[in-house]
């Protein structure tokens, strides 16, 4: 299930959203254009409530895990009044610590990666 | 066989004096506003010399024209992709005097002076180049900038000791195949369907220069005011009313002849593309130019919408003549594969009287053989025909030949008229061919110099212009 | 209690839902945008003002399809900082640049360094990046070093007809897809600063739209940038350019609507041409710091939530 959102987010607000520019615009292609914001905003959203949720139902184990997800997200959100850490690219490398194989490493080294050089 | 139809060009160099009168008159009537002090859309350049701008000739220095990359036709600007327009410098600072202080100047022991002032910024300048440097007495080592001088002639004009000069005046070619049209990346530039001429649309240009750089003859302009470029548009609304451009009528020397010349435009980028750029020329004139006394062509031609009277004048025409029937008017550098549609009759040299038996000396002796001409021959391939002799000795034999002729018919010596005939049967003309060129080229009237169709606005009902576009794209 | 596989994403789904119907928004899922501050009375135009938030740097490339190519692949970036004060917004552009050229008399081969913000003109769809589309166009300002700012539109021109194009103040015939928009619509300011081997270039328009053709700021919007760097003999085509960037507003922090503030005198003084400014009201809900609160709430609801269900 949680997969199913992931790859719906992604694919709605990270691909068919980009492309859709070269879609011609007409009102039946703006209501779904307009569907896919939605509907993309919407799991979005259910990705976030969502992840947290098992996080928690991971109980005390994931503590360490759950408290650094929400002091990165709390520090990521802090961007709305000026502080600009953005850290949460750690998350999936910590995350690997816990969740020991190869995938989630990858990920892992994939976003480090990523937040090193951007 | 696509048939279209342009009021082409022919200079005679060998009537030109030098005067710079069409200069004058060009920018008097066209480039004498802001931003265009410094233009000259019709120069006259004293060669040997640099030209104007300064060596233009040499593309390797400013990548105008097309080349052959890898046999297909392509721009040079391109190839290199270096798009640079030549600067201030290339051209040069334009002047004029402080002419006001002659008049207010208060008395003193000196004579007022009248200072050259800038025409960029109207500061006092001190005036360092020119237009034809090398022949304003102040730029005589300039002679050897001329990329034509070969390593050879430039070490015997170095030794001072045949040394030659012409007069060089050009314009905008409106080429057949120009690769300013081609370089425009916003198609500012467009070709008239119905006579050829090249613009620049002054609404479409954003001033991008790659024109300037694209044009291997600089005939495009920047107006550095207007920040949009400019060129010589033949006096199109004179010749739209069968008038002639001011260059032409104002001509001191009656150098210049207008006239109609058919041209095929499915042969254009054929005939750009070949290879072997000796062979350009000839290709030009024989498969890209065609015969208005043809019957096919004449069909052809009605067929594409060219009007009666357009053919006609295509049959009047002195260009056609001098072009494709007598063959002795070249293009400009057809090495640049533009197919420039104005020519040059090749100078005769002047007459060599270094003779130890000038006195009584046979006319025939008088006039050099063609290979003896004081202007080498290579120079004047190297400009006219990319370097094919053979071509500009014809040219020039057949000159030759109409002097003896004429000079036969008016002077009573002993064995001129046979030689008249060895002569022209060495051209290659008939006696009626030399009176025709006699005429055209030594008295020809107003008349038979220009013959130009007046536009009949035949295209004003073409759903392309109804659109908003003028011209073809 | 029904298994965790369905019950968590049921219950992800439904806050998800209730979530967005109430506008609220996760930043941390969401793609970076620059967000626009706030400022109170004049914005300022010297680059070295204290007011400017820290810049986004945004990656510029260029083409590399069609006549005209680069000799060589142009990869270099302009940083953007934008404030805005209810009706007005200033952007500082700055990129590096090691020579100054700017147009002047005689520069027959001086082509000025330049650059270009480009906005979308209608909200329904993100235009093609490459100065939109006749169905689609863009509204573009173009500063140049020695020539000034101009407003333009790119696109537009020939899907009109000339009825709609007089109406419009433009032409009525177009000679080019990108055209100057009337002089009414010439409400841009630029102040432009060369040093150190960079542009800082300020650029101040309003926030709403003077002219059809030419886009409200008034809500969250997009932005494309280009500079061209004279020296490499960069004009029209020949140049670097972004995709789109977001672009959020910064609301004020009490919620009440509040009318647009009239432009401070020293702003006024300087604007050439009279406008008149479509009424922005930058509707205020949610203050920024709530934006945080609201997040962490929320996902330290849900954590609790998980804990709570979870299977002894």
């Given at each position: 299930?949680?997969?199913?959102?992931?790859?719906?987010?992604?694919?709605?607000?990270?691909?068919?959203?980009?492309?859709?520019?070269?879609?011609?615009?007409?009102?039946?292609?703006?209501?779904?254009?307009?569907?896919?914001?939605?509907?993309?905003?919407?799991?979005?959203?259910?990705?976030?409530?969502?992840?947290?949720?098992?996080?928690?139902?991971?109980?005390?184990?994931?503590?360490?895990?759950?408290?650094?997800?929400?002091?990165?997200?709390?520090?990521?959100?802090?961007?709305?009044?000026?502080?600009?850490?953005?850290?949460?690219?750690?998350?999936?490398?910590?995350?690997?610590?816990?969740?020991?194989?190869?995938?989630?490493?990858?990920?892992?080294?994939?976003?480090?990666?990523?937040?090193?050089?951007? | 066989?696509?048939?279209?139809?342009?009021?082409?060009?022919?200079?005679?160099?060998?009537?030109?004096?030098?005067?710079?009168?069409?200069?004058?008159?060009?920018?008097?009537?066209?480039?004498?506003?802001?931003?265009?002090?410094?233009?000259?859309?019709?120069?006259?350049?004293?060669?040997?010399?640099?030209?104007?701008?300064?060596?233009?000739?040499?593309?390797?220095?400013?990548?105008?024209?097309?080349?052959?990359?890898?046999?297909?036709?392509?721009?040079?600007?391109?190839?290199?992709?270096?798009?640079?327009?030549?600067?201030?410098?290339?051209?040069?600072?334009?002047?004029?005097?402080?002419?006001?202080?002659?008049?207010?100047?208060?008395?003193?022991?000196?004579?007022?002076?009248?200072?050259?002032?800038?025409?960029?910024?109207?500061?006092?300048?001190?005036?360092?180049?020119?237009?034809?440097?090398?022949?304003?007495?102040?730029?005589?080592?300039?002679?050897?900038?001329?990329?034509?001088?070969?390593?050879?002639?430039?070490?015997?004009?170095?030794?001072?000791?045949?040394?030659?000069?012409?007069?060089?005046?050009?314009?905008?070619?409106?080429?057949?195949?120009?690769?300013?049209?081609?370089?425009?990346?916003?198609?500012?530039?467009?070709?008239?369907?119905?006579?050829?001429?090249?613009?620049?649309?002054?609404?479409?240009?954003?001033?991008?220069?790659?024109?300037?750089?694209?044009?291997?003859?600089?005939?495009?302009?920047?107006?550095?005011?207007?920040?949009?470029?400019?060129?010589?548009?033949?006096?199109?609304?004179?010749?739209?009313?069968?008038?002639?451009?001011?260059?032409?009528?104002?001509?001191?020397?009656?150098?210049?002849?207008?006239?109609?010349?058919?041209?095929?435009?499915?042969?254009?980028?054929?005939?750009?593309?070949?290879?072997?750029?000796?062979?350009?020329?000839?290709?030009?004139?024989?498969?890209?130019?065609?015969?208005?006394?043809?019957?096919?062509?004449?069909?052809?031609?009605?067929?594409?919408?060219?009007?009666?009277?357009?053919?006609?004048?295509?049959?009047?025409?002195?260009?056609?003549?001098?072009?494709?029937?007598?063959?002795?008017?070249?293009?400009?550098?057809?090495?640049?594969?533009?197919?420039?549609?104005?020519?040059?009759?090749?100078?005769?040299?002047?007459?060599?009287?270094?003779?130890?038996?000038?006195?009584?000396?046979?006319?025939?002796?008088?006039?050099?053989?063609?290979?003896?001409?004081?202007?080498?021959?290579?120079?004047?391939?190297?400009?006219?025909?990319?370097?094919?002799?053979?071509?500009?000795?014809?040219?020039?034999?057949?000159?030759?030949?109409?002097?003896?002729?004429?000079?036969?018919?008016?002077?009573?010596?002993?064995?001129?008229?046979?030689?008249?005939?060895?002569?022209?049967?060495?051209?290659?003309?008939?006696?009626?061919?030399?009176?025709?060129?006699?005429?055209?080229?030594?008295?020809?009237?107003?008349?038979?110099?220009?013959?130009?169709?007046?536009?009949?606005?035949?295209?004003?009902?073409?759903?392309?212009?109804?659109?908003?576009?003028?011209?073809?794209? | 209690?029904?298994?965790?596989?369905?019950l968590f994403p049921g219950i992800a789904l439904a806050v998800a839902v209730?979530?967005?119907?109430?506008?609220?928004?996760?930043?941390?899922?969401?793609?970076?945008?620059?967000?626009?501050?706030?400022?109170?009375?004049?914005?300022?135009?010297?680059?070295?003002?204290?007011?400017?938030?820290?810049?986004?740097?945004?990656?510029?490339?260029?083409?590399?399809?069609?006549?005209?190519?680069?000799?060589?692949?142009?990869?270099?970036?302009?940083?953007?900082?934008?404030?805005?004060?209810?009706?007005?917004?200033?952007?500082?552009?700055?990129?590096?640049?090691?020579?100054?050229?700017?147009?002047?008399?005689?520069?027959?081969?001086?082509?000025?360094?330049?650059?270009?913000?480009?906005?979308?003109?209608?909200?329904?769809?993100?235009?093609?990046?490459?100065?939109?589309?006749?169905?689609?166009?863009?509204?573009?300002?173009?500063?140049?070093?020695?020539?000034?700012?101009?407003?333009?539109?790119?696109?537009?021109?020939?899907?009109?007809?000339?009825?709609?194009?007089?109406?419009?103040?433009?032409?009525?015939?177009?000679?080019?897809?990108?055209?100057?928009?009337?002089?009414?619509?010439?409400?841009?300011?630029?102040?432009?600063?060369?040093?150190?081997?960079?542009?800082?270039?300020?650029?101040?328009?309003?926030?709403?739209?003077?002219?059809?053709?030419?886009?409200?700021?008034?809500?969250?919007?997009?932005?494309?940038?280009?500079?061209?760097?004279?020296?490499?003999?960069?004009?029209?085509?020949?140049?670097?350019?972004?995709?789109?960037?977001?672009?959020?507003?910064?609301?004020?922090?009490?919620?009440?609507?509040?009318?647009?503030?009239?432009?401070?005198?020293?702003?006024?003084?300087?604007?050439?041409?009279?406008?008149t400014v479509t009424q922005t009201y930058v509707v205020e809900t949610t203050?920024?710091?709530?934006?945080?609160?609201?997040?962490?709430?929320?996902?330290?609801?849900?954590?609790?939530?998980?804990?709570?269900?979870?299977?002894?």
């Amino acid at each position: 299930m949680y997969l199913f959102f992931l790859v719906l987010e992604f694919f709605l607000n990270r691909i068919l959203n980009r492309f859709w520019i070269f879609v011609p615009a007409t009102p039946v292609t703006h209501a779904l254009f307009v569907g896919i914001q939605w509907v993309g905003f919407v799991s979005m959203l259910a990705l976030y409530v969502y992840s947290f949720l098992l996080l928690g139902h991971w109980g005390r184990r994931a503590l360490p895990l759950t408290a650094a997800a929400l002091i990165l997200t709390a520090m990521d959100l802090a961007s709305y009044v000026g502080i600009y850490i953005k850290l949460l690219w750690l998350l999936p490398l910590f995350s690997s610590l816990f969740f020991r194989n190869k995938l989630n490493l990858a990920f892992g080294v994939y976003y480090a990666a990523r937040g090193v050089v951007g | 066989m696509n048939v279209r139809a342009q009021i082409s060009m022919v200079m005679n160099l060998d009537k030109c004096i030098g005067c710079h009168t069409c200069s004058v008159t060009c920018k008097n009537v066209w480039t004498n506003r802001p931003g265009a002090e410094y233009m000259w859309w019709n120069n006259v350049e004293t060669r040997p010399g640099p030209g104007y701008p300064r060596q233009w000739e040499n593309q390797d220095r400013y990548n105008g024209g097309w080349a052959l990359d890898g046999g297909k036709l392509k721009l040079r600007i391109e190839i290199k992709k270096d798009y640079k327009p030549p600067g201030l410098d290339d051209y040069y600072e334009p002047w004029t005097y402080e002419y006001e202080v002659l008049f207010s100047e208060k008395q003193t022991d000196q004579q007022p002076v009248a200072r050259p002032i800038s025409l960029i910024d109207g500061q006092p300048m001190d005036v360092s180049y020119g237009p034809n440097w090398n022949d304003d007495l102040a730029g005589t080592d300039l002679l050897l900038e001329d990329p034509n001088l070969d390593p050879l002639q430039k070490s015997i004009y170095a030794q001072f000791k045949d040394v030659f000069m012409m007069y060089l005046p050009r314009i905008c070619n409106h080429c057949l195949n120009p690769s300013c049209l081609a370089a425009c990346p916003r198609k500012a530039i467009y070709k008239r369907e119905e006579d050829g001429i090249v613009l620049v649309d002054q609404s479409r240009c954003r001033g991008y220069r790659y024109c300037v750089a694209a044009c291997p003859y600089k005939k495009v302009y920047y107006n550095w005011k207007t920040g949009k470029s400019e060129k010589c548009i033949l006096c199109y609304p004179r010749i739209e009313a069968g008038q002639p451009t001011v260059c032409s009528l104002t001509c001191v020397g009656k150098i210049r002849y207008m006239g109609v010349l058919l041209y095929d435009a499915d042969k254009v980028l054929d005939v750009a593309a070949e290879p072997d750029p000796t062979r350009l020329v000839r290709r030009f004139i024989d498969e890209v130019l065609l015969d208005p006394f043809d019957p096919n062509i004449v069909s052809a031609a009605r067929s594409a919408g060219i009007p009666d009277d357009w053919i006609t004048a295509a049959r009047r025409s002195p260009v056609y003549k001098m072009v494709k029937k007598w063959q002795v008017a070249f293009p400009l550098h057809p090495e640049f594969r533009t197919l420039p549609m104005v020519f040059y009759v090749p100078p005769l040299s002047p007459v060599v009287t270094t003779f130890e038996r000038t006195y009584g000396a046979k006319i025939t002796d008088v006039f050099p053989r063609v290979s003896e001409l004081r202007i080498p021959i290579k120079y004047l391939a190297s400009m006219f025909t990319a370097g094919d002799t053979a071509l500009v000795e014809q040219a020039l034999k057949k000159l030759i030949a109409v002097r003896i002729y004429e000079r036969s018919k008016n002077v009573a010596e002993p064995g001129l008229a046979d030689k008249a005939k060895q002569a022209l049967a060495e051209a290659g003309l008939t006696e009626q061919d030399a009176e025709e060129m006699y005429r055209l080229f030594a008295i020809a009237r107003y008349e038979d110099r220009f013959v130009i169709p007046t536009n009949p606005k035949r295209y004003v009902n073409q759903p392309q212009l109804k659109a908003g576009m003028a011209g073809l794209p | 209690m029904r298994r965790p596989e369905l019950l968590f994403p049921g219950i992800a789904l439904a806050v998800a839902v209730v979530l967005a119907a109430l506008g609220i928004v996760v930043v941390t899922a969401q793609e970076s945008a620059v967000l626009v501050k706030f400022v109170n009375g004049s914005l300022p135009v010297d680059p070295a003002s204290p007011l400017w938030p820290k810049p986004a740097d945004v990656p510029l490339t260029s083409q590399t399809l069609v006549y005209p190519l680069a000799p060589a692949v142009e990869n270099r970036a302009v940083s953007v900082a934008a404030v805005h004060n209810g009706t007005h917004i200033a952007f500082l552009l700055t990129w590096k640049d090691a020579t100054q050229d700017a147009a002047k008399p005689g520069g027959l081969d001086v082509f000025p360094d330049a650059v270009v913000v480009q906005f979308p003109v209608s909200r329904a769809q993100l235009p093609y990046i490459c100065m939109g589309t006749v169905d689609n166009p863009v509204n573009i300002i173009y500063w140049r070093a020695g020539v000034g700012v101009e407003n333009l539109v790119a696109g537009a021109g020939y899907g009109l007809s000339p009825q709609q194009r007089e109406a419009l103040g433009l032409q009525t015939t177009p000679t080019s897809p990108v055209e100057l928009l009337p002089d009414s619509a010439q409400v841009v300011q630029a102040y432009a600063v060369y040093k150190d081997g960079a542009w800082y270039v300020v650029l101040i328009r309003p926030l709403g739209s003077v002219h059809p053709l030419m886009s409200s700021l008034a809500d969250d919007f997009s932005a494309a940038f280009a500079t061209w760097d004279g020296s490499k003999g960069e004009r029209g085509g020949l140049k670097a350019t972004s995709g789109w960037v977001q672009f959020r507003l910064e609301r004020r922090i009490f919620a009440a609507p509040q009318p647009t503030q009239p432009a401070p005198t020293t702003m006024t003084a300087t604007q050439t041409s009279a406008t008149t400014v479509t009424q922005t009201y930058v509707v205020e809900t949610t203050p920024a710091w709530a934006w945080v609160v609201i997040g962490v709430l929320v996902a330290l609801l849900a954590v609790v939530a998980g804990l709570a269900l979870r299977r002894r």
